[in-house]
């Protein structure tokens, strides 16, 4: 069974950083390009930035020069970094495993098999 398990999402301050983690099992992590969406209050979920299985990375233009995804193959996890953090960037922040083995870093939601909970993620101004 995969689970997905977010972690690092708190309260911060406009241009302040946060490195969300996620932690996942069940599945041979190094195969499967991941993805990190977020839903903010009333919004449809979007996505923000994923990494292929090869480490080629993709990220929406929101959050490019600001956030990096990156993989931990040996201790199977997938980390957003984000940097220079702004109000709008206020959301539930989730992770999601590609359906596709060795596929690329996509950004539909229905690419995605697998997902995470969530961790919340407050920006204040």
């Known amino acids: 069974q995969v689970q997905l398990v977010e972690s690092g999402g708190g309260l911060v301050q406009t241009g302040g950083s946060l490195r969300l983690s996620c932690a996942a099992s069940g599945l041979t992590f190094t195969s499967y390009p991941m993805g990190w969406f977020r839903q903010a209050p009333g919004k449809e979920r979007e996505f923000v930035a994923a990494?292929?299985?090869?480490?080629?990375?993709n990220y929406a233009d929101s959050v490019k020069d600001r956030f990096t995804i990156s993989g931990d193959n040996a201790k199977n996890t997938v980390d957003l970094e984000m940097k220079n953090l702004k109000p709008e960037d206020t959301a539930v922040y989730y992770c999601?495993?590609?359906?596709?083995?060795?596929?690329?870093?996509?950004?539909?939601?229905?690419?995605?098999?697998?997902w995470g909970q969530g961790t919340q993620v407050t920006v204040s101004s």
């Open positions: 999601a495993v590609d359906q596709t083995r060795r596929g690329g870093a996509r950004t539909r939601q229905i690419d995605y098999k697998y």
């Open positions: 990494i292929s299985w090869g480490g080629t990375t």
